[in-house]
Every structure is written in structure tokens, then in C-alpha cells.
């Protein structure tokens, strides 16, 4: 099974700033990576798949990037509706699987 | 417009069972996978099970297989889960999510919680 790891855990930004969260790979999964943002009470909402293709409806603000195994998604000026928990899942392999989450809070 | 409701969620006793049911609409179910995700209390995502679009093949995490199953009924665009032999650990929110390129889980439903507790 591939092992999705997310740093940080949580990140404490303020509105405006740029966040940057990490999702590690265990083993090569290509460019087979899609990031999720969930709000409380709320069910998740694809953001980005293919590592960077972002997906119907979301901002230029959020992007994706690869090296590696090591995958960025990237939120560059931080709006109020931004603060959530956002995962990322791979689909190179079965099992899919999903990183642990980074909450984005606010500071 | 993508829909999806779940249904069949609550409180089942331990080694009991409970069928969940999504029903699809907006899009053509049957030309589509789909996939059950859940959420335990409190925690992150976790991938249940896929079905192909033609409902042919079926996939499974280590967790839940040999006790779930999932099925489809193209007929009524509803997506199944027979969860039997239930856990504590089984609690959890249960979501069922469309299918769009590759294993990418475009449009999710509003879930459905499955409590295990006696």
C-alpha cells in the first residue's frame, strides 16, 4: 500500500498570506495525485487532480506541483473560505489512498 | 447538476449488518465508476471500495474486504454497500463519490453516519 504523508499537520496563516502544503509519497505514483479541501459539517470538494490540473470552478489561487514524489498544492493569497482541512489522495495504485490532512487555520 | 444522496445510515449492534444506498443523478451512471469514502469521527479520509461504471469489477480496502460488498442498479441509479460483520471501527461517516478521470473522486454526496455500538 502506498503511504500518503502531509506536512504540516496544521499551518496557522493570516488572510492574504500564500500556504504551502506538502504531500509525500511512499513510492513513485506518476502524476496520479488529486487534492481535496473539507470544511466542517461539509462533504470533500475536489480541488486539483493530475498533480496540477486544476479542477471545474476553483480559482486560479489554488495550484499544484510535483517533484518527484513529493507534491505542493499552493494557495497564493489566502481567502476567509480558504481555512479548511485539505487532503491529498493518490490514484496510481490499489489501494487508493489519502494523506493524513493539513488543517489551514487561522492565525 | 451532479447529485448524490446516501441513505441507510444509523445504529447497528456489533457483528450486525446495514446496507447504504446512493442514489445518482445528473450525469449518466452508468458510463461512470463510483466509490464509497469514509470518515471516522474526528479523522481523515479513508478509501472503502469502486466499482467499475459497468459494475463488472469491484475493489476493495484491506479493512472492510471479505465483510462489504458494493453493487449498482443501472436501472435505478443507485450505488450500493452491504457492510456485514460491523465493528466499532466501521463507525464513520459514509460518503459515496463519483468517479471522473482516473480514480478521482469528482462529486461526493453529503454522507451518511453508520454508528457500530451495542
Known amino acids: 500500500e502506498i503511504v500518503m504523508t502531509q506536512s504540516p499537520a496544521t499551518l496557522s496563516m493570516s488572510p492574504g498570506d500564500r500556504a504551502t502544503l506538502s504531500c509525500r509519497a511512499s513510492?513513485?505514483?506518476?502524476?496520479?495525485l488529486a487534492w481535496y479541501q473539507q470544511k466542517p459539517g461539509q462533504a470533500p470538494r475536489l480541488l486539483i487532480y493530475g498533480a496540477s490540473t486544476r479542477a471545474t470552478g476553483i480559482p486560479a489561487r489554488f495550484s499544484g506541483s510535483v517533484s518527484g514524489t513529493e507534491f505542493t498544492l499552493a494557495i497564493s493569497s489566502l481567502q476567509s473560505e480558504d481555512f479548511a482541512v485539505y487532503y491529498c489522495q493518490q490514484y496510481n495504485n490499489w489501494p487508493l489512498t489519502f494523506g493524513g490532512g493539513t488543517k489551514v487555520e487561522i492565525k | 447538476e451532479v447529485q448524490l444522496v446516501e441513505s441507510g445510515g444509523g445504529l447497528v449492534q456489533p457483528g450486525g449488518s446495514q446496507r447504504l444506498s446512493c442514489a445518482a443523478s445528473g450525469f449518466t451512471f452508468s458510463s461512470y465508476a463510483m466509490s464509497w469514502v469514509r470518515q471516522a469521527p474526528g479523522k481523515g479520509l479513508e478509501w472503502v471500495s469502486a466499482i467499475s461504471g459497468g459494475g463488472g469489477s469491484t475493489y476493495f480496502a484491506d479493512s472492510v474486504k471479505g465483510r462489504f460488498t458494493m453493487s449498482r442498479d443501472t436501472s435505478k441509479n443507485t450505488l450500493f454497500l452491504q457492510m456485514n460483520s460491523l465493528r466499532a471501527e466501521d463507525t464513520a461517516v459514509y460518503y459515496c463519490?463519483?468517479?471522473?478521470?482516473?480514480?478521482?473522486?469528482?462529486?461526493w454526496g453529503q454522507g451518511t453516519l453508520v454508528t457500530v455500538s451495542s
Open positions: 463519490a463519483k468517479v471522473g478521470a482516473g480514480w478521482v473522486h469528482d462529486y
Open positions: 513510492q513513485s505514483v506518476s502524476s496520479n
